[in-house]
């Protein structure tokens, strides 16, 4: 079924069950924000965002190419500034694919429809080596700049392949085609040979400056 969502698009790649803070400074975003304050049920406050293939979140130019395969959020925390700007939290409810964008109102709006994984059917095996490997790639990380990622994994599947691809620290491109893995195995298969890629690196040049684990917020939405 075709949706009609408002939509900022943004410069990296989200997932379902992660929170974001976002600055909100440009005039079609505090419009946006305006809008969903508006709307009394706090569980419909949501917009959608898909990340910036080519170009950027503001100015005159703006976005030139976007990624289809995004996300829904849900607006969940609001502060109003005095100069009229918004520190907000969103978090992440579902997987959306963008149809078409409408960009001649105060805010763009987005022709979505939902993208649900498929059913889990992946066995143990596969769970135990995901964690296994990201917790081999935490460890050499936090070995090269004290840096690690403290909480607790999730033993779901789909939560797993969800926090796993929100926390690898890889190129927007990589993370994009995490996002677009079509089940929980599709992505944990993926997430776990980019991480095993990432380790080579790390062992064959130790002083390769290694990417800090984002510093995303996990919550099973």
């Known amino acids: 079924m075709i949706q009609t969502l408002p939509m900022f698009p943004l410069n990296t790649v989200l997932f379902p069950g992660v929170s974001v803070p976002l600055h909100v400074f440009e005039d079609r975003y505090r419009a946006l924000v305006h809008h969903l304050l508006s709307i009394e049920d706090p569980a419909e406050r949501v917009f959608g965002t898909v990340a910036i293939r080519e170009g ?23 502060e109003s500034n005095e100069d009229g700007t918004f520190e907000i939290i969103a978090t992440g409810r579902d997987r959306i694919v963008l149809g078409g964008l409408e960009t001649s109102g105060e805010f763009a709006n987005g022709e979505v429809t939902e993208s649900p994984d498929q059913p889990i059917e992946g066995s143990r095996e596969l769970h135990d080596r995901a964690r296994a490997t990201f917790t081999a790639y935490r460890a050499a990380v936090s070995d090269m700049q004290g840096t690690t ?16 691809a929100a926390l690898a620290p ?52």
């Not at 005159?60 to 990624?67: E, K, M, N, P």
Request: charged share 20%.
């Open 149 to 164: 990622f403290s909480g607790s994994l999730p033993s779901d599947p789909g939560y797993l392949s969800w926090t796993l």
């Open 56 to 78: 950027y979140e503001v100015g005159d130019h703006g976005a030139q190419s976007l990624y289809r395969v995004g996300v829904r959020m849900q607006l969940t925390d609001v």
């Open 170 to 221: 890889l190129p927007m491109a990589e993370r994009q085609s995490l996002l677009e893995a079509e089940s929980p195995e599709a992505r944990l298969e993926l997430v776990t040979s980019l991480l095993r890629e990432e380790l080579r690196a790390i062992n064959v040049i130790p002083s390769l400056p290694a990417t800090d684990v984002a510093r995303t917020a996990w919550s099973p939405n």
